[in-house]
């Protein structure tokens, strides 16, 4: 800068170099993902970013989908995955680095459609029910009551059928029966089993009075 007057300009002072301070992002906190609460998505939610402009959300180390907002619904996961989520924030110079990690999943459909056979088979009862989407294997279940109260694992059948060829079947006794989809991919202690199907209820063939021969 230099002053000017009717006798003369002044000398410049000295020259000083200034900038502007560059808005910084922090890392995203508080990354949640919901674990098996529905059975199309999996949501996210974080803790807002200021100065960020943007989000980067990552499944499985890979990039998924970039969001303005601190939340974000991921419908594309299968039903039977868990996947593992990491979020970026994006400013105007720079990108945070990853977040803590969030695992989710979609909750398993329950098989429907359970049905068990009825006074058709002496020495078994059949039980089928209708394919589940994600599901990996079939957990059946039988029962003395019916509100499933006292269940009992038959066994876990990759098939949509189930032979309950136990000997401990009783001819004249209804017994009740139900089904749980479940998933071995990622699997942890069941915690991508579904919930439980309907119930139905089957027994073994019963001979009416005039189906026994007497002499």
């Known amino acids: 800068?230099?002053?000017?007057?009717?006798?003369?300009?002044?000398?410049?002072?000295?020259?000083?170099?200034?900038?502007l301070k560059t808005p910084t992002v922090s890392v995203p906190t508080g990354l949640t993902a919901t674990s098996g609460v529905h059975e199309d998505k999996v949501v996210l939610d974080w803790n807002n970013v200021v100065n960020a402009n943007s989000y980067i959300v990552y499944a499985d180390g890979l990039q998924l989908a970039t969001t303005i907002d601190s939340t974000y619904t991921d419908f594309d996961i299968l039903a039977g995955i868990q996947s593992v989520y990491t979020v970026k924030a994006v400013g105007?110079?720079?990108?945070?680095?990853?977040?803590?990690?969030?695992?989710?999943?979609?909750?398993?459909?329950?098989?429907?459609?359970?049905?068990?056979?009825?006074?058709?088979?002496?020495?078994?009862?059949?039980?089928?029910?209708?394919?589940?989407?994600?599901?990996?294997?079939?957990?059946?279940?039988?029962?003395?009551?019916?509100?499933?109260?006292?269940?009992?694992?038959?066994?876990?059948v990759v098939s949509t059928n189930y032979i309950d060829t136990n000997t401990d079947l009783v001819v004249g006794t209804i017994y009740y029966y139900a089904v749980v989809a479940?998933?071995?991919?990622?699997?942890?202690?069941?915690?991508?089993?579904?919930?439980?199907?309907?119930?139905?209820?089957?027994?073994?063939?019963?001979?009416?009075?005039?189906?026994?021969?007497t002499d």
């Open 182 to 213: 479940a998933s071995d991919v990622y699997n942890t202690n069941g915690i991508l089993d579904s919930a439980l199907s309907n119930i139905d209820s089957g027994r073994l063939f019963t001979p009416s009075t005039t189906d026994v021969v």
């Open 1 to 19: 800068v230099a002053a000017s007057c009717s006798l003369g300009d002044s000398s410049f002072t000295p020259t000083k170099i200034g900038s």
């Open 92 to 156: 105007l110079y720079e990108t945070s680095t990853s977040s803590n990690s969030a695992s989710g999943w979609k909750k398993l459909s329950a098989p429907t459609n359970v049905n068990a056979s009825d006074s058709a088979f002496n020495n078994y009862i059949e039980v089928y029910w209708t394919k589940v989407q994600g599901a990996t294997s079939y957990k059946v279940f039988r029962s003395l009551n019916s509100d499933m109260s006292s269940l009992t694992l038959l066994g876990e």
